[in-house]
């Protein structure tokens, strides 16, 4: 299979699981609006010992949320990896640039641009230039290396023109020549933000047996592993077991806080 085939496989997968998640939403709605149509015609039988509809409620209402941000997550996948596939100008816009001066062509072509795209991909774009100075989990390809590596680096700058991200490798490594730190531009794609510390509200809650990425203990680097055990609140860490992380022949329990943990991006399996 080709990586532009593969490319569009996997957008065709996120879109396929971005349709359930909104007929999942649906079905969640139905059973909210028939709870609040047995509150309002029947508001007294919250005092009844053992009635449970407004636990029943709580949890619909919390269901919806979850789904939502799920819906959020894989659209923002979805975006990135449209913008792998679909090129930045229209047909002959390079051609275009040389007449005139090419510096006020540029700069024309940003504003409009600028104006051109959705509000919800300009929310996007902003929210992605606000990463600047925030460490985010990359992809990147290093030196002599035969496969791409996930870890954490710092944001640099966001261009919105080109949907480059500019990334410092705060850490790059054991050698003895590279105590330097290294810069890379990376798309969008090779991108993923961290659930925030201080908002664990925030975070995608990932269910028992979901494959992640996740920042292995005591590293900067990110491997995919497993939960293991179901969290009962949104601050606890995850329990998850790593892939090739044997000892003794099995795979060890480790501990990781929920905002080192982020969605495995599809086709991304390491």
């Known amino acids: 299979m080709s990586s532009t085939s593969a490319d569009v496989s996997g957008i065709m997968d996120n879109a396929k699981e971005l349709d359930r998640l909104r007929k999942e939403q649906e079905e969640v709605l139905i059973e909210i609006n028939k709870m609040h149509k047995k509150l309002q015609s029947t508001p007294e039988v919250v005092e009844k010992p053992g009635d449970s509809s407004l636990s029943r409620l709580k949890m619909l209402y919390t269901q919806a949320k979850d789904l939502s941000e799920s819906e959020v997550s894989i659209a923002t996948q979805l975006i990135s990896q449209m913008d792998t596939l679909v090129p930045s100008g229209p047909p002959g816009q390079q051609r275009r640039r040389v007449e005139g001066n090419e510096q006020k062509k540029k700069r024309m072509k940003g504003d409009s641009d600028i104006s051109r795209v959705s509000p919800s991909i300009r929310n996007h774009l902003d929210a992605l230039a606000s990463l600047k100075g925030e460490q ?7 030196e002599d290396a035969d496969k791409d590596d996930w870890f954490i680096v710092k944001v640099i700058h966001f261009d919105r023109e080109s949907r480059e991200f500019e990334v410092l490798d705060e850490e790059p490594g054991d050698d003895e020549d590279s105590s330097s730190q290294r810069k890379y531009k990376l798309p969008m794609s090779h991108i993923i933000p961290f659930p925030k510390r201080n908002d664990p509200s925030s975070a995608q809650d990932f269910p028992l047996g979901r494959h992640v990425l996740a920042v292995y203990p005591g590293t900067t680097a990110l491997y995919k592993a497993t939960v293991v055990h179901a969290r009962k609140r949104k601050i606890d860490d995850y329990i998850l077991e790593f ?5 003794d022949g099995s795979l060890p329990q480790r501990s990781v806080p929920f905002h080192k943990v982020v969605a495995l991006p599809e086709g991304h399996g390491q």
């Not at 892939?243 to 000892?247: F, N």
């Open 136 to 142: 985010v989990a990359a992809r990147v390809r290093l």
């Open 243 to 247: 892939d090739d992380d044997e000892e």
